[in-house]
């Protein structure tokens, strides 16, 4: 069962494998487990062929909730993990699965919603709309996927005093990616939490037919990190550790952070370079 789950997620590569023109079949290759908003936002085919001209290593790479990811990382499946979920990572790390975590860049969390706000959380602390969404029982679709967005919200929630909102009826569990799921909240006139960049993306595709709109940001608490993971090369002999070091090398090197700091959709920034920080 073991053996049949590894090759699906390498026919899952196979398929998701991601190129330089003419360089097909000349680089090595780098495999790597990122969460949705990476790959959603063109963030990866943006970076990848700075990556592959500078180091001459492609990068295939696998988009999923940042558990899942992590699971990939702890099953060998993949040789390096771009993700957002700090407290989880650490346990990752401290757990002897990861080494040389490094941060790379942040972006935030917005709480949308639609644009009549039935529950009247505009502009509110965190906290309180939180907890004004809860005594409204106004709708509320969660990703409940174990993502670094589902982590971040759910740590939302215990801080407005709501530590189990999964067992309320107007708490709509989607078990989908961000895109979904903002598309479920959209249809269902609720609310959710989401990265800033998948949001933009998703008004970008929808256009006039969104029905949502940015109903709570700034928020200290709605910071969203992302940092590298090498997968740890002693649990597994098939990791490529010397081109996981070259990538996370690279994305905390001047030049990498500059694209990060460049890369922007509809003319915003959607992510913010911090190696170093």
């Known amino acids: 069962m073991k053996l049949r789950k590894h090759l699906v997620i390498l026919a899952l590569f196979t398929a998701l494998l991601v190129t330089a023109a003419g360089a097909a079949g000349a680089a090595e290759v780098l495999r790597m487990a990122t969460t949705t908003s990476t790959d959603n936002t063109g963030l990866l085919d ?14 295939q790479w ?30 990752f790390v401290a757990d002897g699965w990861g080494v040389n975590r490094r941060q790379v860049m942040f972006n935030d969390f917005i709480i949308v919603g639609p644009s009549e706000d039935a529950a009247g959380i505009k502009e509110l602390p965190v906290a309180d709309a939180m907890k004004k969404i809860a005594l409204a029982a106004a709708p509320f679709a969660s990703r409940a996927d174990k993502s670094g967005t589902h982590v971040a919200e759910l740590a939302l929630w215990k801080t407005a005093g709501i530590p189990e909102p999964d067992k309320e ?32 993306k998703y008004q970008d595709s929808r256009g006039d037919q969104s029905g949502l709109d940015i109903i709570v940001e700034g928020d200290d608490s709605l910071k969203n990190q992302y940092s ?16 996981a070091l070259e990538y996370i090398d690279w994305m905390v090197s001047p030049s990498a952070q500059k694209a990060i700091a460049e890369f922007k959709l509809l003319g915003k920034q959607l992510f913010f370079p911090n190696a170093g920080q």
């Open 46 to 59: 943006y970076l990848a062929p700075m990556f592959l001209e500078e180091n001459g290593i492609e990068l």
């Open 228 to 243: 590298v993971i090498a997968v740890n090369p002693a649990k597994w002999e098939n990791i490529k550790y010397d081109l």
């Open 169 to 200: 009826q107007w708490y709509i569990q989607t078990g989908q990616g961000m895109l979904e799921t903002l598309m479920i909240a959209d249809e269902r006139k609720g609310y959710a939490l989401t990265d800033r960049g998948t949001f933009i």
């Open 62 to 91: 696998v988009s999923v909730g940042t558990g899942k990811a992590l699971e990939y990382g702890r099953n060998g499946d993949v040789d390096i993990l771009l993700v957002h979920a700090p407290a989880v990572e650490k346990q």
